[in-house]
T-cell receptor, first 110, second 114 residues
Framework: EDQVTQSPEALRLQEGESSSLNCSYT??????LFWYRQDPGKGPEFLFT?????EEKEKERLKATLTKKESFLHITAPKPEDSATYLC???????????WGAGTKLIIKP | ETGVTQSPTHLIKTRGQQVTLRCSSQ?????VSWYQQALGQGPQFIFQ???????GRGNFPPRFSGLQFPNYSSELNVNALELDDSALYLC?????????????FGQGTRLTVV
């Protein structure tokens, strides 16, 4: 069964303290791995798509990487406005549906 | 702003009632997907519509049904509401092109069943 697991469930960091969020997946025929940011009570906001192992993408303080079994979202020198839940989702096989992890709640303290 | 709008933003219904949620997709997007997100969980896929036809369905009972209109807007209907249907309902629009299906979400409809 296709599965996505994110860790940790929650992460508290001081402003400026860099860290990484993990998304491990077990799917047949990965078509794409997606990272989203979600603020409380709002819909997910698209961040990145990764398609193949070794691929990396960056946006401001965020960098996403992909291996054959997991993806990391690295956050460098985070600011309080980076506080949110970060969701990982995969698309597999011939189905267009996204399979989601439960998310990592990131809290950045000033 | 993604251009995907959902209405209403909040809704309170009684168990056993029926509800209709609406979604306007981003301009040019012909595919709409609906997700249910319980508190503290990732979204769960309900179904997807492509050019007015259902294009895939998740593990939800038949009382969850939908429509897509010629302008690609969509409705999610839920009959015989249960307490466990309380959740944030998300609509996402996209254009399937090869393997690239970046989905853009609306702000969601918070449904509370009492």
């Amino acid at each position: 069964e296709d599965q996505v697991t994110q860790s940790p469930e929650a992460l508290r960091l001081q402003e400026g303290e860099s860290s990484s969020l993990n998304c491990s997946y077990t799917v047949s025929g990965l078509r794409g791995l997606f990272w989203y940011r979600q603020d409380p009570g709002k819909g997910p906001e698209f961040l990145f798509t990764l398609y193949s192992a070794g691929e990396e993408k960056e946006k401001e303080r965020l960098k996403a990487t992909l291996t054959k079994k997991e993806s990391f979202l690295h956050i460098t020198a985070p600011k309080p406005e980076d506080s949110a839940t970060y969701l990982c989702a995969v698309q597999a096989g011939s189905n267009y549906q996204l399979i989601w992890g439960a998310g990592t709640k990131l809290i950045i303290k000033p | 702003e993604t251009g995907v709008t959902q209405s209403p933003t909040h809704l309170i219904k009684t168990r056993g009632q029926q509800v209709t949620l609406r979604c306007s997709s981003q301009s040019g997007h012909n595919t709409v997907s609906w997700y249910q997100q319980a508190l503290g969980q990732g979204p769960q896929f309900i179904f997807q519509y492509y050019r007015e036809e259902e294009n895939g369905r998740g593990n939800f009972p038949p009382r969850f049904s939908g429509l897509q209109f010629p302008n690609y807007s969509s409705e999610l209907n839920v009959n015989a509401l249960e307490l466990d249907d309380s959740a944030l309902y998300l609509c996402a629009s996209s254009i399937p092109r090869g393997h690239n299906t970046e989905a853009f979400f609306g702000q969601g409809t918070r449904l509370t069943v009492v």
